[in-house]
């Protein structure tokens, strides 16, 4: 399984942006994909969920970020986005999507096979 992060870049604050994760060896779909950041200066331990996707098609958001985040699935052309809408200084971060071994009661579980991010900056 290989999954490709890309789309970040620098936006000023309101502005929108749309990431992408490109799947090899998985198809989109078949499994619970979740978004994640990281901080500047956070350990990997201090990753922070955005959301996640079941396989139904649900989507599940933190708490702090529903309403501006949206997670949505390309099958053809097997790649999950995260739409960030209305940008704020504190969403500059490294994003990465993830398999989650399993989704439940709102957590994405054993997350794994981790892309290598892509970075998303604000400028005010």
């Known amino acids: 399984v290989q999954l490709v ?3 970040g870049g620098t936006v ?6 749309r990431l992408s994760c490109a799947a090899s060896g998985f198809t989109i ?9 990281q901080n500047s200066g956070h ?9 996640f996707i079941t396989t ?7 708490r702090s970020m529903e309403g501006r985040f ?3 699935p390309d099958n053809a052309r097997n790649t999950l986005y995260l739409l960030i ?11 990465y999507c993830v398999l989650c071994t399993f989704c439940y009661a709102g957590n994405c579980y054993s997350p794994h096979d981790w892309g290598q991010g892509t970075q998303v900056n604000v400028s005010s």
């Open 5 to 7: 992060e890309s789309g």
């Open 12 to 17: 000023q604050v309101g502005g929108s942006l």
């Open 29 to 37: 779909g078949s499994g619970c994909m979740a978004w994640f950041r």
């Open 43 to 51: 350990s990997v331990e201090e990753r922070e969920r955005v959301g």
């Open 56 to 62: 139904d098609g649900t989507t599940r958001y933190a």
């Open 70 to 72: 949206t997670i949505s």
């Open 85 to 95: 809408s209305n940008l704020r200084p504190e969403d500059a971060s490294m994003y």
